[in-house]
């Protein structure tokens, strides 16, 4: 589902946020702490009224979002002493009518979730004796069994070993589904994602390839962060190597 976000305002916080995302291709999202990712994402999923603009999916605006799009919400402490299984099947709630009861179809796709996160061990643990990472893993989950045509993330590698990072990364993209991703990590930015986005002060300051965006000058004038571009040996992608002393002015 092709995925269209027009000059979106959300006073004080986003300008004039505007990107594209063609039908399958996984975007990230990053940019310094407090540029306004958190903030986009959730006009996107409706969490948050955009004060102007327009976030079209194939081309309209939809009231039914809950069908075809799914959100990774950072905050989304669950105070709720639900098992995992029982977190992971709300995200069948969008496909069930009015108080229709779990199918054995619903059951399936929950156990799927579970197992395609690593998760299935802990489908009757209580999610509030999970670790961060196995929470992280069963919200991710959950996201899974809404089996959105979109999904939106915000950041989804959060609290994962870097095993269950790149697991999780290369898991979205093999889905075939349009991915907004904000992440923190720049190097799993350029190595997961066909365009990347950079937010700086709530407005979108460069958009492309990840070898086109994440220059050095670019890492320096968004992040005050001084980086050294080379080829990954085996993939190609552009990394980034950071120096430790030096800070930019
Ligand atoms: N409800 C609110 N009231 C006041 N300010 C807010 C509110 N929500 C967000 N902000 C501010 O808006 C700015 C953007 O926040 P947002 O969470 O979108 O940033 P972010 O880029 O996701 O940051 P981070 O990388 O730290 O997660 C921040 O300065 C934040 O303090």
Redesign the pocket.
């Known amino acids: 589902m092709d995925v269209e976000i027009q000059d979106l305002d959300y006073a004080p916080?986003l300008h004039g946020v505007t990107l594209a995302a063609r039908s399958g291709e996984v975007h990230g999202i990053v940019?310094?702490?407090?540029?306004?990712?958190?903030?986009?994402l959730?006009c996107v999923y409706r969490a948050l009224k955009p004060s102007a603009g327009r976030v079209l999916l194939d081309g309209e605006e939809r009231g039914d979002i809950a069908r075809h799009l799914a959100a990774l919400i950072?905050d989304s402490s669950l105070e709720f002493d639900f098992t995992a299984a029982e977190v992971v099947a709300t995200g069948r709630l969008p496909h069930q009518r009015g108080f229709a009861r779990e199918s054995a179809h619903d059951r399936r796709v929950v156990e799927t979730a579970l197992s395609d996160v690593d998760a299935a061990h802990l489908a009757d643990r209580g999610f509030l004796t999970l670790s961060g990472g196995e929470r992280q893993r069963v919200l991710i989950a959950r996201a899974l069994a809404q089996q959105p045509r979109v999904l939106v993330l915000?950041?989804p590698t959060n609290h994962l070993d870097i095993h269950h990072q790149l697991a999780v990364l290369r898991l979205v993209r093999g889905l075939g589904v349009t991915v907004l991703a904000?992440l923190?990590d720049l190097n799993l930015a350029a190595a997961h994602c066909d365009r990347v986005h950079v937010?700086a002060r709530?407005r979108v300051v460069a958009s492309g390839t990840p070898a086109d965006v994440l220059t050095p000058d670019l890492v320096a004038d968004v992040f005050g962060v001084r980086a050294h571009v080379v080829r990954h040996p085996v993939s190609g992608a552009p990394q980034l190597l950071f120096d430790l002393q030096e800070e930019t002015p």
């Open positions: 916080i940019g310094p702490n407090g540029s306004g990712k958190s903030t986009a959730r950072q915000d950041e904000v923190h937010l709530g």
